[in-house]
C-alpha cells in the first residue's frame, strides 16, 4: 500500500497545474521535477521503519522545499512534510505541525491544483480546523480542488440513516457537499473512479441485508491494475478474494 501511495503522490503532484498562485509561482525546471521525484522514490526503497524513514528524509525535502522557495516544486516538496506529520501522532504534535504547514501553503498557493491533496490528508488536522480549512479550498479555480474539498466536508458529516425520509429540499440542505458532487463534479476523477460515484456510494449505501451471507455479492465496477475496466460479475464462477484497505 505505502508503494501504491507513495506513487500516486508523485502523480498527483508532478502532473497538477503550474502557476497559478496568487502571485506568479515559478513552475518547476525539468531537474526540480526530476529530483523530487527521486527524493519521493528514495524514500519510498528504503527499509527503515515509517517513522525512521520521516525522521531521516524530512531534513532532506525540507532543504529542497528551502531551495525550491516560491515554486510548484516547493510546493510538491511541502505537501509530502504535510502528509507525513502523521508519525508524529503518537509522540504528540501532529496537528500542530500540520496547522502551521497547511496555514503557510493557503498564504502562498491559493491557486495551486496541487490542493486537492489537502481535504485527502486531512487526519493530520485537528478536527475543529477541518471545517474552516476545506470551506477555505471551496475558492480555488480548480475544480478538482473544489470536488476534494466538497468531500472532505461532505465525510465530517456523512448521512446517517434514515435521512431519505426527508423531503428532496431537506436532504439537499442536510447533504450540501454531496449533492455538489452528484451535480456538479460528477465526472471529474478521483482515485480509480469519479466524485459522482463516491456520493453515490455515500448517499446510497448497502443494507446490512444486501452483505448478508449467502447472498449474492453486490456488484463491483472499476479498473484493474492494468487500468482496463473490469466488474466483479466478470469472475462469476470464479474463487475471488476482495482486499478493502484505507490509506489512513
Not at 16 to 39: H, M, T, Y
Not at 42 to 70: C, D, I, M, N, T
Not at 143 to 168: C, I, N
Request: proline share 7%; net charge neutral.
Amino acid at each position: 500500500m505505502q508503494t501504491w501511495l507513495a506513487r500516486r503522490f508523485l502523480v498527483t503532484a508532478l502532473c497538477a497545474g503550474i502557476g497559478f498562485a496568487q502571485k506568479p509561482v515559478a513552475s518547476a525546471p525539468p531537474d526540480a521535477r526530476s529530483e523530487i521525484a527521486a527524493l519521493v522514490l528514495e524514500h519510498e526503497a528504503s527499509s527503515l521503519g515509517y517513522v525512521e524513514k520521516y525522521e531521516q528524509w524530512k531534513p532532506r525535502f525540507e532543504a529542497f522545499a528551502a531551495a525550491h522557495r516560491g515554486s510548484e516544486a516547493e510546493l510538491t516538496a511541502q505537501l509530502w512534510l504535510l502528509q507525513q506529520t502523521w508519525w508524529l501522532k503518537q509522540k504528540g504534535g501532529m496537528e500542530e505541525t500540520s496547522g502551521s504547514i497547511v496555514d503557510d501553503l493557503l498564504t502562498r498557493f491559493p491557486k495551486s491544483a496541487q490542493l486537492a491533496k489537502i481535504p485527502e490528508i486531512g487526519y493530520v488536522f485537528d478536527k475543529l480546523k477541518k471545517p474552516a480549512l476545506f470551506e477555505a479550498l471551496l475558492a480555488s479555480p480548480h475544480a478538482s480542488v473544489q470536488a476534494a474539498a466538497h468531500l472532505g466536508l461532505a465525510k465530517l458529516a456523512p448521512p446517517k440513516p434514515g435521512w431519505r425520509e426527508q423531503s428532496e429540499g431537506d436532504a439537499q440542505k442536510s447533504h450540501p457537499h454531496l449533492f455538489a458532487l452528484q451535480s456538479k463534479f460528477a465526472n471529474e476523477p478521483y482515485l480509480f473512479t469519479t466524485y459522482g460515484a463516491i456520493a453515490d456510494s455515500m448517499l446510497n449505501p448497502l443494507t446490512p441485508a444486501q452483505l448478508a451471507v449467502g447472498v449474492a455479492a453486490p456488484e463491483i465496477i472499476g479498473i484493474d491494475q492494468d487500468g482496463k475496466p473490469m466488474k466483479l460479475s466478470d469472475f462469476r464462477g470464479k474463487v475471488v478474494m476482495l482486499d478493502f484497505w484505507g490509506s489512513w
